[in-house]
């Protein structure tokens, strides 16, 4: 079976400029979450969707959006980018609405932002 | 904001040696689960402890819960070089929906 995948595996974007990355989850998991990691941090909190709903976020700006599809594969958007949107995003996986089971995480997407 | 707090930030040890990293958390949780990373990619899930638990082992991972402490301990026992990486606890506290915040991370260094 394949894992949680993420796609661009790198982008590099200008300021101001939109970006789109995407996450499939492994087959069957119904939730996805975003993640945010600076360079030297742990990763942060951006979203989760359950059964296509927002289910929970975290203390990002508005710029910040997300939706999941009735494949349960999900978008993360970005609008006017800033510098230090520069980061590598993560998505994970769960079989289930809560953290009861642990999560599976793609390998994440490098956005540099020039 | 991060939840927990690692420690120490950063780790170097001999192959064959034992390693062990802490953590410390703010507030109440369901579970506390450690993660490790390698170069800046992907986490791999390692092992779950729930709240009402006070020890787990999974091959040579041992993690500690003192929930009235508000800490937790991992301990990689017989290092290896592959076991260089980074390492996350991730608390989950949510109340029916995923709320995972990670600490800050321990960067363990296995000399060969």
């Known amino acids: 079976d394949a894992g949680v995948t993420q796609s661009p595996t790198h982008l590099i974007k200008t300021r101001g400029q939109h970006v789109t990355l995407r996450c499939s989850p492994i087959s069957g998991h119904k939730s996805v979450s975003w993640y945010q990691q600076v360079l030297g941090q742990g990763p942060q909190f951006i979203f989760q969707y359950y059964e296509k709903e927002e289910r929970g976020r975290g203390n990002f700006p508005d710029r910040f959006s997300a939706r999941q599809f009735p494949n349960y594969s999900s978008e993360l958007n970005v609008n006017a980018l800033l510098l230090g949107d520069s980061a590598l995003y993560l998505c994970a996986s769960s079989p289930y609405r809560g953290g009861q089971a642990g999560y599976t995480f793609g390998s994440g997407t490098r956005l540099t932002v020039v | 904001s991060q939840q927990g707090e690692e420690d120490p930030q950063a780790l170097s040890i001999q192959e064959g040696e034992n390693a062990t990293m802490n953590c410390s958390y703010k507030?109440?949780?369901?579970?506390l689960q450690w993660y490790r990373q390698n170069s800046g990619r992907g986490l791999v899930h390692l092992i779950l402890?729930?709240?009402?638990?006070r020890e787990k082992h999974s091959g040579r991972l041992r993690v500690t819960l003192d929930t009235s402490k508000k800490s937790s301990s991992l301990l990689i026992t017989a290092s290896r070089a592959a076991d260089t990486a980074s390492y996350f606890c991730a608390t989950d506290s949510s109340g029916g929906y995923q709320k995972v915040t990670f600490g800050t991370g321990t960067k363990l260094q296995v000399i060969p």
């Open positions: 507030t109440s949780i369901n579970n």
């Open positions: 402890i729930r709240s009402n638990e």
